[in-house]
Nanobody, 117 residues
Framework: QVQLVESGGGLAQTGGSLRLSCVAS????????TGWFRQAPGKEREFVAS????????YYANSVKGRFTISRDNAKNTTYLQMNSLKPEDTALYYC??????????WGKGTLVTVSS
């Protein structure tokens, strides 16, 4: 079992930045792909970004490409999401997730990001 705890959410202004962290416990994070997802009020959860085991490859949704950066520090069992040039449409509950196969099996409870216009 992997337990994931997100932090770093909060209130930001349009154009501002936030850095989300996701700390894993229970198992070594280096065995897992990790990803960030978000769910805005009244909308379905959507993919934001993911990163492979070593951190050598990252993938992004088109809506965040060029503004968000996913990274990881396996020594700290932590995955990060640096969010720059924030927009009001980035407002959502952000979830961290981990997978060893094709499906994300482990999820955190989320951290809320609110971007004011």
């Amino acid at each position: 079992q992997v337990q994931l705890v997100e932090s770093g959410g909060g209130l930001a202004q349009t154009g501002g930045s936030l850095r989300l962290s996701c700390v894993a416990s229970g198992r070594t994070l280096s065995n897992y792909f990790t990803g960030w997802f978000r769910q805005a009020p009244g909308k379905e959860r959507e993919f934001v970004a993911s990163i492979n085991w070593s951190g050598s490859s990252a993938y992004y949704a088109n809506s965040v490409k060029g503004r968000f950066t996913i990274s990881r520090d396996n020594a700290k069992n932590t995955t990060y999401l640096q969010m720059n040039s924030l927009k009001p449409e980035d407002t959502a509950l952000y979830y961290c997730a981990a997978r060893s196969g094709t499906r994300y099996d482990y999820w955190g409870k989320g951290t809320l990001v609110t971007v004011s216009s």
